[in-house]
């Protein structure tokens, strides 16, 4: 459910103005998440939302994900991870990737997507 139901072709958005909109729609996810599991005080609350959704958790939550990614979805991926950013460095390019994916997910009403892959995201690490 888009929140705000406006039109748009996300062939026309740049892969940053996907990430731009993906990094706001996966940051409340993981608000949401913290909230759900526990009523906590709003600095743990940010320190937590903070260790998740920096450039090195988001590149560590493609990585879970990737295996289960449509072509679709990787080239996605692929257009944010290639884009040009002011920032450099592996973690950084495929946290872009990964944002871009969630904004592309967002403004195309997948959110049952969004949900199946947050899911496998945020799932406890089996040995």
């Known amino acids: 459910m888009r929140l705000f139901p406006m039109p748009v072709d ?3 958005l740049s892969p940053i103005t996907l990430a731009f909109v993906g990094d706001g729609v996966y940051e409340l996810m993981v608000r949401e ?5 526990a009523n906590r005080p709003t600095g743990v609350l940010h320190k937590m939302a903070v260790s998740r959704v920096c450039a090195g958790a988001q590149a560590a939550a493609f990585s879970k994900i990737e295996p289960l990614l449509t072509e679709e979805e990787m080239a996605v991926f692929k257009r944010g991870r290639n884009a040009h950013t002011a920032r450099g460095g592996q973690d ?5 990737g990964f944002e871009a994916l969630w904004g592309w997910l967002y403004l195309n009403d997948r959110d ?4 199946e892959l947050f899911a496998v995201i945020t799932a406890p690490d089996t040995p």
């Open 112 to 115: 049952d997507r969004l949900r």
């Open 10 to 12: 996300t062939r026309d």
């Open 92 to 96: 950084y390019h495929r946290a872009t």
């Open 33 to 37: 998440h913290l909230a759900a599991e």
